[in-house]
């Protein structure tokens, strides 16, 4: 974790720095300032998760300087130090989010103790966030929502998947065969992150899969899959069977998360149906996974191209009401197909692929409604209104109102002509701006709870991506009114 401490008596600072770094606590990146011009400058290129600084300051003091890092976005998180003359000082700058304060002459235990506190309290909001991502995440690969209408963007994945290499992993079991339990999930992400991976998972009852995102500095190799997976890449003896894991291509791209999503069902209906091994990746330029590929015959081929085209029109429903979308799998699957069959020496002649181009698939389109989906979108929008406190997402909706996911996504994309998720948000903030106008003395933090944002870091960002302003600032103009 990271650490700016503001002091301008160099002597105190030093030493408040050396008590720290003799301490060994979580926070092993500190940085030094001498005052709070000091500390605006350097903190335009170094983001702390705490800030430590003294009240009494020349040119600008400790309240001056929160104040000012609040409103430059550089902060949130702060603990004064303070003597005991200025003690009701302190009291004044708790209404500034300041967390705790320390009094002079420093304390190393009093110190350590307050860091820690701070510490524990950011891994909940770290692990509060993640979750958070996490859901957002799922929401986009599974459903395909766009990132435009999440409070995550892109370039907020690089927090969550920081290094270089990302591999799609997509576990579905046939209809005889149960789902990964939560307890075997865990020990096969537990095992990843010892590779060590950043491992990720999620499941949907919806679609019967399971998905599992690893982030490491190196692709995961035959070797350690075969350690985590285990008892699922040697089904045949196992209650997983029926059990198809496909992978994404192997490369970097964290910024088009839902192409590698694609690439692993696509390798996952071909490992069901064509290949003679445990696990498939999209992969054309190299070796599969040490295993040989099956169906040599041209007649098995055939009969697997049926079933994938079964498999496949079932997962159509699953799929976002794009036919890009549909298009994109298919063009997955059957390059797929053609690179198994130049590996076992069968080419396919032009007539023929396009022949077998155009028996596979060939989707139906969803048929229009003539009459608008009124009674759905009430019984849904009702849900809401009802809810909306609560930990809500789009597969939390569906399982109540007995709907599919991308149905509730279809209607409210088709109806309303926005997202599930930009209602929801929408709903929430206008209670909240209506809490803030009605009880103006109510904490923001205790505003975001109560219209169903348990970490108030989460209500800033949905306000101010919504809004254009934040949560204090709305306020502060509503009030002038």
């Known amino acids: ?179 990964l339990t939560a307890e075997r999930l865990k020990q096969l992400c537990n095992q990843l992150s010892e590779m060590p991976f950043k491992a990720y998972s999620f499941q949907s009852r919806f679609l019967r899969q399971t998905v599992v995102i690893l982030n490491g500095m190196h692709v995961p190799t035959e070797a350690e899959l075969q350690v985590a997976c285990g008892d699922l890449l040697e089904s045949k003896s196992t209650p997983y069977i029926g059990l198809a894991i496909g992978g994404s291509g192997r490369k970097m791209d964290i910024d088009n998360l839902r192409e590698l999503y694609m690439e692993a069902v696509a390798s996952m209906l071909f490992n069901r149906h064509f290949a003679n091994c445990s696990i498939s990746f999209y992969r054309r330029d190299a070796e599969r996974m040490g295993h040989e590929l099956a169906l040599a015959q041209e007649s098995d081929r055939m009969i697997a191209l049926e079933q994938i085209a079964k498999e496949m029109q079932a997962l159509h429903l699953h799929l976002s009401d794009c036919d890009h979308q549909h298009i994109r799998l298919r063009e997955l699957v059957l390059s797929l197909v053609s690179d198994h069959n130049q590996k076992v020496g069968t080419m396919f002649d032009v007539a023929n692929h396009s022949k077998l181009t155009g028996q596979l698939l060939p989707f139906e389109r969803r048929p229009e409604h003539s009459q608008p989906h009124t009674q759905a979108i009430d019984k849904i929008v009702s849900f809401v209104e009802q809810n909306y406190k609560l930990d809500l997402s789009l597969d939390v909706v569906a399982d109540h109102v007995q709907m599919h996911p991308n149905y509730i996504s279809m209607l409210f994309r088709k109806e309303m002509d926005l997202t599930f998720l930009h209602y929801l948000h929408t709903f929430r903030l206008t209670k909240a701006k209506q809490f803030m106008q009605d009880h103006p003395d109510w904490p923001i933090n205790t505003i975001a709870e109560l219209v169903g944002y348990e970490n108030p870091r989460h209500f800033f960002k949905v306000f101010k991506k919504f809004e254009n302003t934040t949560p204090g600032q709305y306020r502060l103009g509503s009030s002038s009114i």
């Open 1 to 179: 974790m990271k650490l700016m401490v503001v002091d301008d008596e160099p002597i105190l600072l030093n030493g408040i720095i050396r008590m720290i770094e003799k301490a060994n606590t979580s926070f092993t990146e500190i940085v030094g300032a001498s005052d709070g011009i000091d500390a605006l400058h350097k903190l335009a290129t170094f983001q702390p998760d705490l800030i430590l600084t003294d009240i009494h300051m020349p040119e600008m003091d400790g309240l001056a300087l929160i104040k000012e890092v609040q409103a430059q976005h550089f902060g949130n998180r702060f603990v004064i130090i303070t003597g005991y003359d200025d003690f009701a000082y302190a009291r004044q700058a708790l209404r500034y989010q300041v967390v705790d304060y320390l009094l002079k002459p420093i304390n190393k235990v009093e110190l350590v103790g307050v860091l820690e506190k701070v510490e524990q309290t950011i891994r909940i909001e770290q692990r509060q966030m993640r979750e958070h991502d996490l859901l957002m995440l799922k929401e986009h690969l599974l459903y395909d929502m766009p990132y435009e209408d999440m409070p995550l963007k892109p370039e907020q994945l690089h927090t969550l998947l920081p290094d270089p290499f990302v591999t799609m992993l997509v576990f579905q079991p046939d209809e005889n065969t149960p789902m």
